[in-house]
T-cell receptor, first 115, second 115 residues
Framework: SQTIHQWPATLVQPVGSPLSLECTVE??????LYWYRQAAGRGLQLLFY??????ISSEVPQNLSASRPQDRQFILSSKKLLLSDSGFYLC??????????????FGQGTRLTVV | GENVEQHPSTLSVQEGDSAVIKCTYS??????FPWYKQELGKRPQLIID?????GEKKDQRIAVTLNKTAKHFSLHITETQPEDSAVYFC??????????????FGRGTSLIVHP
């Protein structure tokens, strides 16, 4: 069966520090991978998605970046965090095509607080 | 790109009442419409979905309806219970060229069921 791991679960970082959140998927190949941010009381904002190794699409301009060094690994990074980067970050995967089972599977999320 | 509007942002009902959440989408080529439930502090999880070749789908106390002509779809929860309290997200997607599937989410509805 497929599983998705995201870590860390919580993170408190000072303004200006770097960030690295990691997400890995098991049990499937060539998934589409996504990073979402959920600010308090807000919806799911798509930050990045990837349809293959090294292929990253950015939905919102910001000081965050994403990388996909391996097929089932997706990393969210920042060189210098801002206070506005605080939020709940969710990694997700879907099959790359519309099939019988095309739901999005989410990781447990990372609660990031920038202080 | 696709745009999904979701209403209301907050819905408060008494236990046993029905709850209805509505979404509209902009891209007439969208053909897959899932609904996710996110309990407090947890990841969103799929609760029901519908494809464009059907108008209604039901699973116990929850049902989803789709009007392709009007480009809107709705989630119906009957006999609500306190454990139904959560944030609900609608989404829309289509199989894009190259076989990629990128879901667009609504902003979410916070459902509160009062005992």
């Amino acid at each position: 069966s497929q599983t998705i791991h995201q870590w860390p679960a919580t993170l408190v970082q000072p303004v200006g520090s770097p960030l690295s959140l990691e997400c890995t998927v098991e049990g499937t190949s060539n998934p589409n991978l996504y990073w979402y941010r959920q600010a308090a009381g807000r919806g799911l904002q798509l930050l990045f998605y990837s349809v293959g190794i090294g292929q990253i699409s950015s939905e919102v301009p910001q000081n965050l970046s994403a990388s996909r060094p391996q097929d089932r690994q997706f990393i969210l990074s920042s060189k210098k965090l801002l206070l506005s980067d605080s939020g709940f970050y969710l990694c997700a995967w879907t099959l790359p095509y519309l099939s019988v089972n095309t739901e999005a599977f989410f990781g447990q999320g990372t609660r990031l607080t920038v202080v | 790109g696709e745009n999904v509007e979701q209403h209301p942002s907050t819905l408060s009902v008494q236990e046993g009442d029905s709850a209805v959440i509505k979404c509209t989408y902009s891209d007439s080529a969208s053909n897959y419409f899932p609904w996710y439930k996110q309990e407090l502090g947890k990841r969103p999880q799929l609760i029901i979905d519908i494809r464009s070749n059907v108008g209604e789908k039901k699973d116990q106390r929850i049902a989803v309806t789709l009007n392709k002509t009007a480009k809107h779809f709705s989630l119906h929860i009957t006999e609500t219970q306190p454990e139904d309290s959560a944030v609900y997200f609608c989404a829309a997607s289509k199989g894009a060229s190259g076989g990629s599937y990128i879901p667009t989410f609504g902003r979410g509805t916070s459902l509160i069921v009062h005992p």
